[in-house]
C-alpha cells in the first residue's frame, strides 16, 4: 500500500521560512508526481506546488518566487518555504497522482480525479503576524 509519510512544518513569525518533507513508501511506478496541497480553515483546498521525477515544477501563482519544489533521488520532495505570510497559515498535505496529470497538464496544481492519488496525513503550518 501505498505511504506517503510528511516531515516539517510548524510555526513561524511574518517573513520566516519553513521546509516541508514528503517521501512515498511502497510506490512501484519508477515515473512519479507529486505535490503539495493546503488548506486552512472554511477555505477550500488549494494546490501549491508540483514536481514529478523529470524535475518538472509547477506553482500556484500564490507562492511563485517565495516556495521551491524539489526531488530528491528516491520518491521524495522538498518545499522550501521562504517569506511566509498569515495568508499562508493551513494544514499542508502531501500527494501523489499516479496518472501524472497533476505535474503534465497546463495550469496551476490541481486535482484531476480520485482513482490513483494518494494522500498523506498532512502537516499544520502557521505564520504568525
Known amino acids: 500500500q501505498v505511504q506517503l509519510t510528511e516531515s516539517g512544518g510548524g510555526s513561524v513569525q511574518t517573513g520566516g521560512s519553513l521546509r516541508l518533507s514528503c517521501a512515498a513508501s511502497?510506490?512501484?511506478?519508477?515515473?512519479?508526481?507529486m505535490g503539495w496541497f493546503r488548506q486552512a480553515p472554511g477555505k477550500e483546498r488549494e494546490g501549491v506546488a508540483a514536481?514529478?521525477?523529470?524535475?518538472?515544477v509547477k506553482y500556484a501563482n500564490s507562492v511563485k518566487g517565495r516556495f521551491t519544489i524539489s526531488h530528491g533521488a528516491a520518491r521524495n520532495m522538498v518545499l522550501q518555504m521562504s517569506s511566509l505570510t498569515p495568508e499562508d497559515t493551513a494544514m499542508y498535505y502531501c500527494?501523489?497522482?499516479?496518472?501524472?496529470?497533476?505535474?503534465?497538464?497546463?495550469?496551476?496544481?490541481?486535482?484531476?480525479?480520485?482513482?490513483?492519488?494518494?494522500w498523506g496525513q498532512g502537516t499544520q503550518v502557521n505564520v504568525s503576524s
Open positions: 500527494a501523489l497522482d499516479d496518472s501524472r496529470l497533476l505535474c503534465v497538464s497546463d495550469g496551476p496544481p490541481a486535482v484531476t480525479g480520485t482513482l490513483g492519488w494518494y
Open positions: 514536481v514529478d521525477n523529470e524535475g518538472r
Open positions: 511502497n510506490y512501484p511506478g519508477s515515473r512519479w508526481c
